[in-house]
Structures are given as structure tokens and as C-alpha cells.
């Protein structure tokens, strides 16, 4: 009967990886890569036509500001640092990933990451923490990220 149970266990467990497996994770992979690399394309395409972004400005001695952008807006900004900045170099954290919902063919995750940033623009070198907050959702096997939450510390 153990034997059974423990069984069914190795099953299970063996199930629960493999739903693991087919989460958003080699999303985030390409989403980092297409940052490291700087291409405008392979970013565009982890990013849902949908997409919006708020980014939340925290700095030591004035009161938090709150941006919303649009995915457009979010490229936009994207191509400048990349275009007038030096120096460009972040590391990331292993991201958390929890699966929100999944119903009819869709399921949504929320993956949590910390990203280093440091880069040379116009003369001054910048740092910044962030942390970030994204939700993938899939639809008929294409997964995209279709929000995005930045709480950022220079």
C-alpha cells in the first residue's frame, strides 16, 4: 500500500514539474535577451499589443512618481537609453513565478524579478534598482507579457 501511495506521489510530483515547464520561463529568457542584446524587434516580440507598463520613481529625498506608459511609449524609452547610453550592463534575479489563472485555453502568470542596472548617459553614471513585476498571459500556445510593474531606486 506505501508503495502505492508513494507511487502516485513520484506521479504527481512529475506532473506538477511539468506544468512548471511549460510556464512563462523561456519568455523571460528571450524578454532578457532582447534586452542584453538591444533589439528593438526580439523586445517587441515578448511584448503584447496590449501591453501597459507603470514605473514608480523612487529617489532618496522627494515623493514617489508614478508613470503609465503605453507599449509604444515603453519602446520608445527603451531605443533612447539604448541609443545615447554607454556602458549599459544589469544583471537579473531568478524570477519567482506564480501561476494567477487558468481557464478555457488561457492562463495568466505573475513573474517577480530584480533587476541591477547601471549605465553612463550624458556624462553621469546612473544606477538603479528595480524591481519588477510582469504578467504573462498565454493564448493558444503564444505566451506574452501583457503588464508590466517597475518600482524603481536610483
Known sequence: MKRKIRGWILVLCSLSGSVYADGPGSLIVQYE?????QSSAKLEAVLSEKLSVEVTLLMADE???TVSLSRDEFLQQQRALWLFSTE?????SRPVVKQVSQES???RWEVTLE????YALFRSTLKRDNQITLVVEQHDDV?????MNVVTRE
Not at 33 to 37: I, S, T
Not at 88 to 92: I, N, P, R, V, Y
Request: a positive charge; zero cysteines.
Open 33 to 37: 535577451n532582447a534586452l542584453r542584446q
Open 63 to 65: 515623493d514617489p512618481v
Open 88 to 92: 549599459h550592463a544589469f544583471e537579473f
Open 105 to 107: 485555453g488561457r492562463q
Open 115 to 118: 533587476q541591477q542596472e547601471r
Open 143 to 147: 505566451q506574452r507579457i501583457f503588464a
